[in-house]
């Protein structure tokens, strides 16, 4: 077969089937990198292509939202609107990193810098390098021979230190490796760093992960020469660019990453994440903006932010930049469908590439290219999407990296030229001595010129690379042109070697889809189809009628299924192990994952869901929209489109799981912006933070605790003071009594209690249900919605803080306390009188 036919799509697929993304490549293409059509760019390696998409979403998002300076551990009662987005966003893509790398923060920190570079440096700087004394041998700071330049130059820093560093090749790792483990030295603690790459940025050769572990268990070398604890440092700026990484199976210490090598957008922003074990061990000097939790400008006095992420990110992060990589992930997975995809397509394009121009020969039989690679391409676990070569003429002469680029340019083909700033592998794939390095500076030769060749041998060699928009195309284009610009002809195709590599073992056995976070089915328990019976009212502790005579009792029972939409009034409902059965258990999330409030966005008061037991649903409606359902039991393995996610609710990180794609586009069509509905997860537990004692309480999506009950006469009295301030010039319609309960939003509301009286409650029961006062509920803005219009007045926040003289607090916050063992207690009703077990003062608490 001649060179020709094997440059066709058909031979193509005939050798690879994992190719195209699911077969929607060109209206990719077309859709989203319209821009490089003529170009042929085959440089991914060292900054990948940004859909077009990604610019435009993120553009939209950041001209509709006030997005300003975040404090790093902001209060999540922040009054400033626009800085508490920002903080949120910013914690929110926190997460969304981690689940990338299928870890959580209970694992991990992320650490926001301005690239893998700077990742680098934070770790050098920190890390506790100890010196060799007398009684002690001293830090090492080992790394791989094959390692981008910013490794070795840690080595600058760790010098002057009096720290031994300690080059290793790839082969001295596990060929000087010991049988058996030998795990943490107790009696020795001295600290080691080890660094080395997931995957070559000169060759593609992707290193073992399991390396990690064996490091850290002192069973490779260096480690097992040499007593201490062994840190790792990956450095996966160039492994992630094009396949997954899974932090479960190489739990390495210290990762380093470039978002633009992912994304292409944005630049200048890259992060570390650091393994929460080994986060305590670095140590910083100096202290920045935003990672002090207290210090004295007159006295040396400096004590660190608690946590590793606000006390290593100096001065203010690139928040908008931050905000970007959302939009990066959004566009990555959206388009591909994930990293396996990428690793695949991109790995194909790689692999018939090199089997063609490893066995393309000049019209005389000699080779074209010389290629610099470990194995033959076999599989994308020990391979990446790159590949490294210098073209030889006819006679056997290497043809210089420059004439290369300069024809290339021609052709409008984008490539990489030089060392690629790896020195290490460039002397062993080229064959180029230290000696020989130190000549070629004296001979005018620097990194980064076009000296391409000194005395006939080559100082570099070129490198094309892919991704995940990369097409066959590229690979046909680039093959034709070394074939017209650079072989003698006839072109001749060496068929042996052709045939060898076409036969070479199947390269997607052993492959590993990416480890999903896992999930089970299903919610809270779920309520037993033979309704509960109403429990009797006990008469123990103080009465059930006040002062006055008048009964203590429950009026109104609301839940909020939604976050922040509208309530849905119940005379019966369950009391579930996170309160009254599925309230809060879902909430909205705007474009980049972060929670949306009233607060925000007004209009998610005119949502109304409703939740109906007996259909397992939950309904969404709103007027002038059609009604959608949900199923209060999500199934992620029915429903493909539902995916675990991360987000926060007042501060804390929560676990959700996507609701799919129909109630998000009914969302975004009411709200305006992009939305999706998150619940959730059931294997997710969240404490309550108000909790004066020692019992475990759980929440739901709620911001405080499980319940927020408010007291009718307490509401009159503010709609008295209302109508009493109100200026009749301004023309503002009193609001009823029903409004203002409305606006603030209770599960429970009571009456025949002295207005303000359950401020001083600790404890009261319901039906059989006992409960705790925990504290009083701080009042924001929130509370001037108009739940029936979604428009925004002043009121009651102005009354109530004029009548409680700034103390703006209104309704108490309630725990259950469920007997022994019980998922589901009793059923709360209407109509219940209340006991009060004490009255004591719940001040303490708050």
């Known amino acids: 077969m001649d060179f020709q036919k094997l440059c066709t799509l058909e031979t193509f697929k005939q050798l690879w089937s994992h190719y195209g993304h699911g077969g929607k490549l060109q209206d990719m293409i077309e859709e989203e990198f319209s821009r490089i059509k003529g170009i042929t760019y085959l440089d991914h390696a060292a900054a990948t292509l940004y859909p077009e998409s990604l610019v435009r979403d993120y553009c939209l998002d950041i001209s509709r939202n006030v997005y300003v300076l975040c404090v790093p551990t902001g209060n999540p009662h922040s009054h400033n609107p626009s800085s508490r987005l920002s903080h949120d966003t910013v914690e929110r893509v926190r997460y969304r990193v981690l689940q990338h790398f299928n870890t959580t923060p209970e694992e991990y920190y992320v650490i926001f810098t301005s690239g893998c570079t700077a990742s680098l440096k934070l770790v050098a700087e920190s890390f506790p390098w100890r010196p060799h004394t007398e009684s002690e041998a001293g830090s090492r700071f080992c790394y791989l021979t094959d390692s981008h330049t910013s490794v070795v130059g840690i080595r600058g820093l760790t010098s002057g230190r009096g720290v031994v560093a300690l080059p290793v090749s790839p082969q001295e790792v596990e060929n000087r490796a010991k049988d058996e483990a030998r795990g943490e030295d107790v009696t020795c603690q001295t600290p080691h760093l080890f660094c080395y790459p997931a995957q070559s940025n000169f060759s593609g050769r992707k290193y073992p992960l399991s390396h990690v572990k064996g490091i850290q268990a002192r069973r490779l070398y260096p480690a097992c020469d040499h007593q201490g604890r062994w840190f790792v440092l990956l450095d996966a700026a160039s492994h992630v660019s094009c396949s997954p990484l899974n932090l479960q199976d190489c739990p390495a210490d210290f990762i380093p990453i470039s978002f633009y090598k992912m994304f292409g957008f944005p630049t200048g922003l890259g992060a570390l994440l650091v393994r929460n074990d080994a986060a305590g061990i670095l140590k910083k000097t100096y202290f920045g903006g935003g990672t002090a939790a207290a210090y004295l400008s007159g006295e040396d006095y400096y004590v660190h932010a608690e946590n590793i992420s606000d006390r290593f990110e100096d001065g203010t992060v690139s928040f908008l930049d931050i905000i970007a990589v959302n939009h990066g992930f959004e566009s990555l997975y959206r388009i591909t469908g994930g990293m396996h995809n990428i690793q695949q397509h991109t790995f194909g394009l790689a692999r018939y590439t090199y089997m063609l121009l490893s066995s393309l020969c000049h019209g005389n039989g000699r080779p074209v290219a010389q290629i610099y690679a470990e194995g033959q391409f076999e599989s994308p676990s020990t391979q990446g999407a790159i590949l490294n070569f210098n073209l030889v003429d006819s006679h056997g002469q290497i043809i210089g990296y420059s004439q290369v680029d300069r024809m290339a340019s021609l052709y409008d083909i984008h490539l990489r ?10 002397q062993a794939f080229l064959g180029i001595t230290n000696q020989q390095i130190k000549r070629n500076l004296q001979a005018g030769h620097v990194c980064g010129d076009t000296i391409d060749l000194v005395d006939g041998q080559p100082t570099g060699s070129v490198r094309v690379s892919f991704g995940y928009m990369s097409t066959f195309e590229d690979c046909q284009k680039f093959l034709n042109f070394v074939a017209e610009c650079f072989v003698e002809k006839p072109v001749t195709v060496d068929q042996v070697k052709l045939e060898k590599l076409k036969t070479a073992p199947a390269a997607s056995q052993g492959l590993r889809e990416d480890c999903p976070m896992r999930i089970t089915n299903g919610y809270l328990h779920k309520v037993d189809e033979e309704k509960p019976k109403k429990a009797s009212v006990s008469a123990f502790g103080r009465g059930a009628s006040n002062s006055h005579g008048e009964a203590r009792t429950l009026t ?5 299924p939604i976050k922040s939409c509208g309530a849905f009034e119940v005379h019966d409902w369950p009391v579930g192990p996170l309160g009254l059965l599925y309230d809060r258990g879902w909430m909205v999330v705007n474009g980049n994952g972060v929670c949306l409030s009233q607060k925000r966005e007004a209009r998610l008061c005119l949502i109304h869901p409703q939740v109906h037991l007996p ?10 929209m059609d009604t959608i359902s949900v199923p209060l039991e999500n199934n992620i393995q029915m429903h493909p489109s539902f995916r675990v996610c991360q987000s926060k609710v007042c501060g804390d990180r929560v676990e959700t799981v996507d609701c799919g794609d129909e109630a998000a586009s009914w969302l975004s069509d009411f709200l305006g912006q992009p939305c999706r509905l998150i619940r959730q997860s059931p294997d997710f537990t969240r404490d309550v933070k108000k909790r004066p004692t020692a019992t475990s309480t759980s929440l739901s999506l709620v911001n405080e605790a499980q319940y927020l009950m408010i007291n009718r006469a307490s509401v009159e009295l503010i709609q008295r003071l209302m109508s009493s301030r109100q200026d009749d010039s301004e023309g503002d319609r009193l609001l009823d009594t029903q409004n203002v309960i409305s606006r603030f939003r209770a599960n429970l509301v009571i009456t025949g ?20 006062v925990v504290g009083q509920c701080g009042r924001c803005q929130m509370v001037g919605v108009d739940q029936e219009t979604g428009t925004r007045t002043k009121e009651p926040l102005m009354s109530l803080s004029a009548y409680r003289t700034g103390k703006v607090t209104f309704g108490v916050y309630l725990t259950h306390q469920l007997p022994e063992g019980s998922a589901t207690a009793s059923v709360l009703s209407t109509g219940s009188l209340i006991q009060l077990e004490s009255h004591t003062s719940c001040n303490n608490h708050l």
């Open 417 to 426: 030229t030089g060392c690629f700033c790896n020195t290490g592998a460039c």
């Open 753 to 772: 209690v002295e207005a303000f009286e359950e401020d001083n409650w600790s404890h009261l029961i319901i039906g059989n249900t006992r409960f705790m």
């Open 556 to 560: 109104n029972i609301y839940i909020y």
């Open 615 to 624: 259909s397992n649903k939950l309904l969404l409606q709103a007027s002038g």
